[in-house]
């Protein structure tokens, strides 16, 4: 497994353990919950070694977009017209256009 899969899977088996958790009438076996909850950790520390070599190693390419979608998800269609000038107003995580994010939003703030 490669470092943002085990980042995924740890993610993966805590969701689970969530929706279980809020199930009605859902009682914990606190053996399996165990289980489960070390399985996760170790996961999550070997995707943090994975990281921890790579960062040491280089911070380009396909591992590091891997990570970006590991942590972020994948990323999302613009929602202005091709060839958009000037401030973006998608998410960060837009990658179609190369725009600059807009900044966030300042509650009061008028301009």
């Known amino acids: ?7 995924r ?18 009682q914990i076996i606190p053996e399996k919950a165990a289980v489960a909850l070390a399985e996760a950790q ?5 995707a943090l070694a994975a990281v921890t070599a790579h960062h040491m190693v280089a911070t380009t390419g396909n591992d590091r977009d891997e990570w970006s ?7 999302v269609a613009c929602v202005h017209p091709e060839h958009y000038e000037g401030e973006c107003p998608c998410p960060p ?4 256009c190369g ?3 807009a900044a966030p ?6 301009s």
């Open 105 to 110: 939003a300042v509650p009061g703030a008028t």
């Open 93 to 96: 995580s837009c990658t179609c």
């Open 42 to 46: 170790v996961h999550a520390t070997l």
């Open 69 to 75: 979608v590991a942590i972020h998800g994948p990323a």
């Open 9 to 26: 899977k740890a993610e993966e088996i805590l969701d689970t353990l969530k929706a279980a958790r809020s199930k009605p009438g859902f």
């Open 1 to 7: 497994m490669t470092g943002p899969e085990h980042y």
């Open 99 to 101: 725009s600059t994010p």
